[in-house]
């Protein structure tokens, strides 16, 4: 079993729709979550880091359950510029190695 | 600021041929990570570093690669032989030290293909 597991898309949604991206973690000792974007050929970027309470960045938001080891993002109101892939990280078990796991990301495909 | 910085952007070179990408985290940035990413194993880190010192290489493919820190700011992943299957966007990334959440910055990659 991958230890971060994504559903790989891809995801097509048009214009304005509301959308959500979920993702799984294996390790209960993982202690820091992010999400990251990457676009085509391009390197990944941090999109937000995921707080234990949930947070809201725009038109993003990120929550955690860690009862359930899941992360979700919700995309709101989406853009054509939203399209890329969105990468799951969590951070490799409890101590500050500084080693983040990647999943393997999850397509989203904006159409007008 | 600087960002991570790469290079070569790209290399093209014929297989047995000994390829070295360079990297240079940001200044100040304690930890430094190299990942490879292909379409069909995506983003996998083969090695890291904590203040010049390698932590962890057991994602190394084999023998044939090697990666050093000579000092804070600069590092290279060396293939020698090179191979086909060594065709890949590899990356570099850096962070500071792991307090709380903590990112990683990367570069814009090298795409490297192996003939």
């Known amino acids: 079993r991958k230890e971060v597991e994504q559903d790989p898309g891809p995801f097509n949604v048009p214009e304005g729709a509301t959308v959500a991206f979920n993702c799984t973690y294996s390790?209960?000792?993982?202690?820091?979550f992010f999400w990251y974007r990457q676009d085509c050929r391009k390197e990944p970027k941090l999109l937000m880091s995921?707080?234990?309470s949930g947070n809201e960045d725009g038109r993003f938001t990120a929550q955690l359950n860690r009862a359930s080891q899941y992360i979700s993002l919700l995309i709101r109101d989406s853009k054509l510029s939203d399209s890329a892939t969105y990468l799951c990280?969590?951070?490799?078990?409890?101590?500050?190695?500084?080693?983040?796991?990647f999943g393997q990301g999850t397509t989203l495909q904006v159409k007008p | 600021d600087a960002g991570v910085i790469q290079s070569p952007r790209h290399e093209v070179t014929e297989m047995g041929q000994e390829v070295t990408l360079r990297c240079k985290p940001i200044?100040?940035?304690?930890?430094l990570f190299w990942y490879r990413q292909t379409m069909m194993r995506g983003l996998e880190l083969l090695i890291y570093?904590?203040?010049?010192?390698?932590?962890?290489d057991s994602g190394m493919p084999e023998d044939r690669f090697s990666a050093k820190m000579p000092n804070a700011s600069f590092s290279t992943l060396k293939i020698q032989p090179s191979e086909p299957r060594d065709s890949a966007v590899y990356f570099c990334?850096?962070?500071?030290?792991?307090?709380?959440?903590?990112?990683?910055?990367f570069g814009d990659g090298t795409r490297l293909s192996i003939l």
């Open positions: 990334a850096s962070s500071l030290a792991v307090r709380g959440n903590q990112p990683q910055h």
């Open positions: 390790n209960s000792a993982s202690q820091s």
């Open positions: 995921v707080y234990s």
């Open positions: 990280v969590v951070t490799h078990g409890s101590g500050n190695t500084g080693k983040l796991i």
């Open positions: 200044s100040g940035h304690d930890y």
């Open positions: 570093f904590n203040n010049n010192v390698p932590i962890d």
